[in-house]
């Protein structure tokens, strides 16, 4: 039996000396630690500064690359000439966190903050102390935490009572910092979106540009959503980014320097590893948030464009019975946004339950471990605690390690926040490009077909030359259409002061497209143009523009009241105006006289727009008058004051019209056929209304010769 016997008496002995040499080395180990606890801490953190800058370096040395990439690309694309590669020019940009980005933000930060003296960067320095006070105040509610724990612990009542009287005095300052630190956000909030969007108004509204993004560039579709939505979340995304990164990265720093105090460096470190490996995880998980919100706003502005085409052309749709088809766009638009809409709320749910695991209960795990070095390991320095200083210390670091978890896991969340920033940043950014490449003269837009022959691409290529002078002179200019049609490969005609010129031909043949140019509204892409200043033309559309305001107003457009009393005009002469054109009860039909603000568009018939638009010209009284069908709904006596009256003002009259009727109140015609070709030359009106006429009768003669056969024919087979 004694043999049976020896044998687990020697495994537990060979066991237990197993676990004395374990208990051994670790009790070695940790010696070791204790003594060299400053060397090994001072290699760690050289380390991680080694490391962050190595990391630095790479991540400038990888945006460069990316950014040369890019120029190569953008390159690549502007070289492209053909209609494939202008659609590869007008492509989205990819949201993402580059160099571009960056770019970007820098430009919109120079127009939020213009200047260190500016209340801009007030707002933002008595933001930034009111975080820092913040952070404080939370350390001194740590401290106060453990010391009321501690009290209760000791069972000691009257301390006990004197810590929450402590509480509720430190509550006052607490509270009124949160307080001045939401209203901080929401002002600057404010304060960002008022400068952008002066800024955007003052590039929008010169230069034509507004009319060059609508017509001449298809690359911004709803410059109103980015103006009056885009700039308002732009502007609260980066008010609430400073704030949520500021305070979590003050916060991070203080309670790190402050638990590296109590539980040692080491430990922060070994957490702040683990917390960066898990938070990189999280990273490379985490879905493009900002082409989410960019696609987003994208969609939103294009569901709200249909809306308005819709009241734009409300009398048209109704006229066609099109209401049906019209909801049927309409709920196609609001659908597809609807499932961009909800792919996001799936994808966020998703991204919201893996960080809110890993952040509060991974990293919280990690913090319990952390704090409960000082109670289990006794490190050196750090004199003996009794049961109330331990609790107190383990509650103090575990309310500060808390705080530092929740400001690790806002930077983290604030990632989130960082790619919907560069959503509303591209967007932005790019409606502030593309007014700058207008104002330039450099336009984008997807062309016809017609823009794909080997000649048109050399026109489209090219740029003319425009000269101001007293007169109009057009030498070998090509007509084209903003879509790329060639209409007329080269005009040249001349016209002086005191000549009229009548324009006709039939739709499409470049009519108008002749006026946008001598407006300025289209680009010239070869010739040379003479033209006065845009001030010495006036243009009148067949349907006019009345603006919103008085009736005085609508005659003295664009001018303000201050501009017409400084030219020396009253309301007298006005009304003059006004009985010209058989307009003066105008001004008895309303109790306010010129001051009457009504919806003229809707008051006003067509007959009576267009003659309120020829008192705006006999107003204004320019060297040169665009009439573009202006008086295609009066009657023949009334169009014949309208063109008396303007020739007695010295206004040199070009009109695009049909009517024969105009012919006798010009000098010169510039006739198109609608091919490519023109004649201008002098007009005879009555040489020409005697060929008319002739014409005319041969052509009734001509239908009538089918009829003439049939007859003959009939009568021959008698």
Same mark, same amino acid.
């Given at each position: ?30 010696? /070791? ?32 690359? !990316? ?16 209609? %494939? ?6 492509? @989205? ?50 401290? #106060? ?28 300052? *607490?509270?009124?910092?949160?307080? #001045? ?39 911004? @579709? ?20 400073? $704030? ?52 987003? !706003? ?113 930077? /983290? ?19 502030? %490009? ?5 104002? *330039? ?16 691409? *050399? ?110 005009? $009253? ?42 638009? /020829? ?26 004051? #309208? ?10 009259? #070009? ?5 024969? $009727? ?57």
């Amino acid at each position: 039996m004694a043999p049976t016997q020896s044998k687990p008496v020697r495994a537990g002995s060979s066991a237990a000396l197993r676990d004395r040499t374990i208990r051994g080395i670790i009790s070695q180990l940790t010696s /070791m630690y204790l003594q060299n606890r400053t060397r090994i801490s001072r290699a760690i953190y050289i380390t991680l500064f080694v490391a962050l800058i190595n990391r630095v370096r790479h991540a400038i040395a990888e945006q460069k690359a !990316a950014s040369a990439r890019e120029a190569a690309k953008r390159r690549e694309k502007i070289g492209t000439t053909s209609t %494939e590669g202008a659609e590869a020019v007008l492509k @989205k940009k990819k949201v993402e966190l580059n160099r571009e980005f960056f770019r970007s933000l820098l430009r919109l930060l120079r127009i939020v903050v213009p200047g260190w003296r500016s209340k801009e960067t007030r707002l933002l320095i008595s933001h930034s102390f009111f975080l820092v006070v913040r952070t404080l105040i939370s350390l001194k509610v740590a401290a #106060m935490d453990g010391a009321i724990v501690k009290a209760l612990v000791k069972g000691n009542g009257r301390e006990f009572l004197m810590r929450i009287v402590w509480w509720m005095l430190i509550a006052v300052p *607490a509270t009124f910092t949160n307080s #001045m630190l939401s209203y901080h956000q929401a002002e600057l909030s404010l304060r960002y979106r008022t400068r952008l969007t002066q800024y955007i108004h003052d590039k929008y509204l010169s230069q034509l540009t507004f009319y060059g993004i609508s017509a001449l560039d298809d690359r911004i @579709k709803n410059p109103d959503q980015l103006i009056a939505v885009d700039v308002a979340k732009f502007s609260n995304s980066l008010a609430e980014l400073y $704030s949520n990164l500021a305070k979590p990265l003050l916060d991070m720093t203080i309670y790190t320097i402050s638990l590296s105090k109590s539980v040692g460096g080491e430990g922060v470190v070994f957490m702040s590893l683990l917390v960066q490996l898990s938070a990189n995880v999280m990273r490379a998980l985490t879905p493009p948030f900002g082409k989410y919100v960019a696609d987003e !706003a994208r969609l939103e502005g294009e569901f709200r464009f249909q809306h308005s085409r819709l009241i734009d052309h409300s009398e048209e749709v109704a006229l066609y019975a099109g209401h049906e088809a019209e909801k049927d766009t309409l709920d196609k638009g609001y659908f597809t946004l609807i499932k961009h809409v909800n792919y996001i709320l799936r994808r966020r749910f998703y991204h919201g339950f893996m960080e809110d695991f890993v952040i509060k209960y991974f990293w919280g795990a990690l913090g319990l471990i952390l704090c409960s070095f000082p109670v289990f390991v006794k490190l050196p320095g750090q004199v003996a605690m009794n049961m109330g200083d331990r609790t107190e210390s383990f509650v103090t670091n575990r309310r500060m390690l808390l705080s530092a978890s929740d400001a690790f896991g806002r930077i /983290m969340f604030s990632y989130r926040e960082i790619m919907e920033l560069a959503g509303y940043t591209s967007r932005v950014s790019s409606l502030l %490009e593309v007014m700058d490449d207008v104002q *330039a003269g450099h336009f984008e837009k997807k062309l016809v077909s017609s823009s794909g022959t080997e000649t048109n691409e *050399a026109v489209l290529r090219g740029r003319g030359k425009v000269v101001e002078s007293q007169d109009i002179k057009f030498i070998d200019v090509p007509i084209i259409s903003p879509n790329g049609d060639v209409l007329v490969p080269a005009l040249s005609f001349s016209l002086k002061q005191g000549d009229h010129l009548l324009v006709v031909g039939p739709n499409g043949c470049g009519k108008s497209s002749l006026f946008r140019i001598l407006g300025g509204l289209w680009p010239v892409y070869g010739g040379t143009v003479h033209k006065p200043p845009f001030s010495d033309i006036f243009y009148i559309p067949q349907r006019p523009y009345l603006s919103r305001g008085s009736l005085r107003q609508q005659i003295i457009y664009p001018d303000g009241l201050r501009t017409m009393r400084a030219k020396g005009v $009253s309301d007298a002469d006005l009304l003059s105006m006004l009985r010209t054109l058989g307009l003066e009860h105008l001004v008895d039909t309303y109790p306010e006289g010129w001051d009457a603000e009504a919806e003229w568009r809707d008051v006003l018939s067509g007959g009576l727009q267009q003659r309120v638009a /020829m008192a705006r010209l006999f107003y204004h009284r320019p060297r040169y008058a665009i009439l573009d069908e202006c008086t295609s709904s009066v009657t023949l006596d009334t169009e014949k004051v #309208m063109y008396d009256t303007a020739k007695s003002l010295g206004i040199s009259l #070009m009109t695009v019209s049909h009517r024969r $009727s105009l012919w006798k109140y010009h000098t010169h015609i510039l006739q198109f056929d609608g091919q490519g070709h023109y004649v201008f030359t002098r007009l005879d009106a009555e040489r020409r209304l005697k060929l008319e006429d002739e014409k005319e009768d041969l052509e009734v003669l001509l239908r009538q010769v089918p009829e003439i056969e049939r007859r003959i024919q009939e009568l021959s087979a008698v």
